[in-house]
């Protein structure tokens, strides 16, 4: 999905590389989280991957392209595959919340019944329907990261980027969001996410890869964000505890998709009951230890249970994207089955234009 090889970059006018030496590759379907201190490397690093930026040596495959290949004419249509959201949301603070998630298909050229079609969906799938006609400065900071990321999903990307995208939210809002791309995750969306936020890399046991002076210093399955000590404590205690608690709440909701699909034990979601139900209640201690144990077992079964896959070949860029099989799951009561929504047939496949994407 991504591969970098041997990434080494220098930007002008520097003496010391911003990455070195940089070799990793994230498979269809995983959720990675890159993590590191602040110039590390690792807004570079999705940079990169966006083909925003070049490598000064080695080579960045993405999709199955080597990017440095890749025409200046055909960056467009290579961002539609790769979503991507910011830490500052990046949204056009003159356009409603429609016209921003549909401004990216405008410009590449989708239908008008497409549009009027597929915009409402992405915001019912990110928990913001009924929002259509508020323009950014009329929402919350979390409601405006959703919209960011319909905008980026708008175009049902395989390639989900995050730069620190809890950065500008407290922390129940930040567990909103990541509780949203956890989602999207178990929905097929390949997610990566650059983050410092150390709470939510020891609680979801994802993937880590941990830079230090632009070099890869760990890269762990299931991994924390590593030595906490030096990091700043920035919330009081109670609520960075019911915030905890609430994320792991919001991983195991995703658990409870996969016992759905029928790939995990039912005890799971016991597990997961007793563990939402502490979450619920008041910040207790006790309660709060009684959900960290009840959410390791179900990650123990989970891990038991969840399938080895294999990395399938990369497909094609330039052919038409496949239609899901694997719906993105839709958050809180919105009752939407996205595998019927065809939002992949339906897409503009014009290539050749200019367009802001979904990176601007
Ligand atoms: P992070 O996202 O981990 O904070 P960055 O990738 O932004 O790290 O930065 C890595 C290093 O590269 C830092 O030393 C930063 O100052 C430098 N850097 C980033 N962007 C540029 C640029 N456009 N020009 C020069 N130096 C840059
Ligand atoms: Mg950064």
Do not use: W
């Amino acid at each position: 999905m991504i591969r970098f090889e041997n990434v080494t970059k220098r930007y002008r006018g520097t003496a010391r590389p911003a990455l070195l030496d940089v070799d990793f590759e994230v498979l269809r379907g995983e959720f990675v989280f890159l993590v590191g201190a602040s110039g590390s490397g690792k807004s570079s690093c999705l940079r990169l991957v966006l083909r925003e930026d070049v490598p000064s040596d080695g080579r960045v495959v993405v999709l199955g392209r080597d990017l440095r290949t890749l025409s200046n004419r055909k960056v467009p249509y290579f961002r539609r595959h790769v979503g991507a959201v910011f830490q500052d949301f990046r949204l056009l603070p003159t356009k409603t919340v429609f016209q921003n998630v549909a401004f990216t298909l405008q410009v590449t050229g989708s239908s008008r019944a497409f549009i009027q079609q597929s915009v409402p969906e992405v915001l019912a799938l990110v928990g913001l329907a009924g929002k259509e006609k508020r323009f950014p400065h009329e929402l919350s900071g979390g409601e405006q990261q959703r919209v960011a990321i319909a905008r980026a999903l708008v175009n049902r990307p395989q390639v989900l980027l995050a730069d620190e995208p809890t950065g500008n939210l407290d922390p129940a809002t930040s567990v909103e969001i990541m509780q949203l791309l956890s989602r999207i995750n178990a929905g097929g969306t390949t997610v990566v996410m650059a983050t410092h936020e150390a709470g939510f890399v020891d609680q979801m046991q994802r993937r880590v890869i941990e830079l230090r002076d632009g070099e890869i210093i760990r890269d762990e399955r299931h991994g924390g964000y590593g030595d906490t000590s030096a990091l700043p404590s920035l919330a009081p205690e109670p609520e960075r505890g019911a915030a905890a608690v609430a994320a792991l709440t919001a991983v195991l909701e995703v658990h409870r998709e996969l016992v759905e699909t029928g790939t995990v034990d039912e005890s799971v979601v016991d597990a997961a009951d007793a563990a939402a139900a502490a979450a619920a209640a008041p910040v207790d201690e006790d309660l709060v230890v009684a959900a960290e144990a009840a959410i390791e077992e179900s990650a123990e079964a989970l891990a038991d249970a969840e399938p080895t896959y294999e990395p399938e070949p990369e497909p094609a860029i330039a052919k038409a994207p496949v239609p899901r099989t694997n719906p993105i799951p839709v958050v809180e009561a919105v009752e939407l089955d996205v595998a019927d929504l065809g939002l992949a047939d339906r897409l503009g496949l014009r290539g050749d234009e200019d367009e802001v994407g979904p990176t601007s």
